[in-house]
């Protein structure tokens, strides 16, 4: 099962805005579990696309930290880390970090302070390491995943708004 996350169309790396969330493979037997994983999967793929634009871009990547509500979630985070290809970082209040993000930002900008007294960086709590057997199967299925999309693309494009 493949799902593609576009429910909202697709800015990077796609730019397409009228792409649609799809779930591709369901079978009368798919169950609950299968398309919360399909879900998982989707949405690190996605990431994955975006992590290949920035890259072939020149931007170095040298390490990525799991914020917010999926910070909760180990299954996520080897989800995650096999797709990407890399170690993740969870750091203390993690679940908290795009909220705890904003105050900051609202902080520097009302009190003028500096960024380096303000944004400084929690303490690592635990890494999630790449698993190899996950991430050779990522490989095949971030493929599948791509060539959906492509497929796909010019329905997007003449489906009604």
């Given at each position: 099962m493949i799902f593609l996350p576009y429910l909202s169309g697709e800015r990077t790396p796609h730019n397409d805005p009228r792409a649609s969330g799809v779930f591709f493979g369901l079978?009368?037997?798919?169950?609950r579990a299968q398309?919360?994983?399909a879900v998982l999967e989707g949405v690190a793929f996605g990431l994955a696309d975006g992590q290949k634009a920035l890259l072939a871009a020149g931007t170095s990547i040298d390490d990525v930290s799991v914020i917010g509500g999926g910070a909760r979630s180990r299954l996520w985070g080897k989800i995650l880390a096999g797709v990407l290809g890399r170690p993740l970082a969870y750091r203390a209040g993690a679940e908290l970090g795009a909220a705890f993000g904003a105050a900051r930002l609202a902080r520097l900008a009302v009190?003028?302070?500096s960024p380096a007294a303000v944004c400084a960086v929690s303490p690592?709590?635990?890494?999630?390491e790449p698993d190899a057997r996950w991430a050779d199967a990522y490989v095949t299925r971030l493929e599948r995943f791509s060539s959906l999309y492509r497929s796909l693309r010019p329905e997007f494009a003449s489906a009604p708004a």
């Open positions: 079978r009368h037997d798919t169950g398309l919360a994983r009190t003028g302070e690592v709590q635990f890494v999630i």
